[in-house]
C-alpha cells in the first residue's frame, strides 16, 4: 500500500506516549486535513463482556459543545407531524415514508417515530437497522415528544455503543472546535461512560482512550 506524504509526516509523533485529552489534540492539530474539517474521534476501551446483555452498553448523550455536524433527522409519525415540522425535523411522514424508505429512499442520519408508528415500521427494520437507525424506546427516539426529541437531535447528540471488545467509537467534534470545547466534550462521554457501569463489571473498566482525527493517527491518553 502507498503510503501519502501526510502519512509519513504521523513518524514524527510519539505513538507509545499517554497524552493528555489537550495535548493529543493539540498534537493532532499538525497532522490534520488542510482541505477539510475533520471530526475528532475517540475510541474507549471497557473491561465488559458485551456476550452478557447487561454489559451491552448503549445511550445517547448530548455533548456540551455539539458534534460540529449538521444532522438530518426524520420524524415518523401521523399525529405529531406538524409538531416534528416546527421543531426542525428534515422528513417527516407516515405510512408514506415507510414505503419511500422501503423503496431505498434514505436521506437522514436519525430517525424518531411515535410509538402509534413502531409496529408499522416492522416493514423496514431490515433496511433502518444495520444502519443503526432503527427508533428504540430506550434511546428515546420513541417518543410523543418529537419536538423535545427533535431538538436534541439537531443539538448534537450522539449515540454510544459497545463494539467488538468493548470498544466504544465515537466522533465528539471538529477539529475547527477550540481545544478547550474538545476536551469538554471527550470528558463529558467518558464522565457518561462511568455512570452507564454495568454493576456486573468487574475488574478495571475503563481500559484504554484514544483519540484521532477521521483520517489521522491515533494517541493513547492518561484514562484518567
Not at 489537550?22 to 475533520?38: G, M, P, V
Not at 411515535?114 to 432503527?134: H, Q
Not at 470528558?187 to 477521521?214: E, R, W
Amino acid at each position: 500500500m502507498k503510503i501519502t506524504k501526510r502519512q509519513k509526516t504521523w513518524a514524527n509523533l510519539d505513538r507509545n506516549k499517554v497524552y493528555s485529552v489537550a495535548d493529543a489534540i493539540d498534537a493532532l492539530r499538525e497532522y490534520s486535513s488542510k482541505k477539510f474539517d475533520e471530526s475528532l474521534e475517540v475510541a474507549v476501551r471497557l473491561g465488559i463482556d458485551i456476550t452478557k446483555a447487561d454489559q451491552n452498553i448503549r445511550g445517547m448523550l448530548s455533548l456540551p459543545n455539539g458534534t460540529g455536524k449538521t444532522v438530518r433527522v426524520a420524524v415518523f409519525t401521523v399525529n405529531s407531524a406538524d409538531e416534528a415540522k416546527k421543531a426542525g425535523a428534515d422528513v417527516v411522514g407516515g405510512e408514506d415514508l415507510i414505503d419511500r424508505v422501503a423503496g431505498g429512499e434514505i436521506n437522514f442520519d436519525r430517525v424518531i417515530a411515535t410509538p402509534d408508528m413502531m409496529p408499522k415500521m416492522s416493514k423496514i427494520a431490515r433496511v433502518l437497522g444495520p444502519k443503526g437507525l432503527m427508533p428504540n424506546p430506550k434511546l428515546g427516539t420513541v417518543t410523543n415528544n418529537v419536538a423535545d426529541a427533535v431538538a436534541t437531535a439537531k443539538a448534537g447528540q450522539i449515540e454510544y455503543r459497545a463494539e467488538k471488545n468493548g470498544i466504544i467509537h465515537a466522533a465528539v467534534g471538529k477539529m475547527s472546535f477550540p481545544t478547550e470545547k474538545l476536551v469538554e466534550n471527550v470528558n463529558a462521554l467518558i464522565d457518561q461512560l462511568k455512570k452507564v457501569k454495568p454493576a456486573s463489571a468487574k475488574g478495571q473498566y475503563i481500559l484504554a482512550v484514544a483519540v484521532a482525527t477521521t483520517q489521522g493517527p491515533g494517541l493513547k491518553v492518561d484514562a484518567k
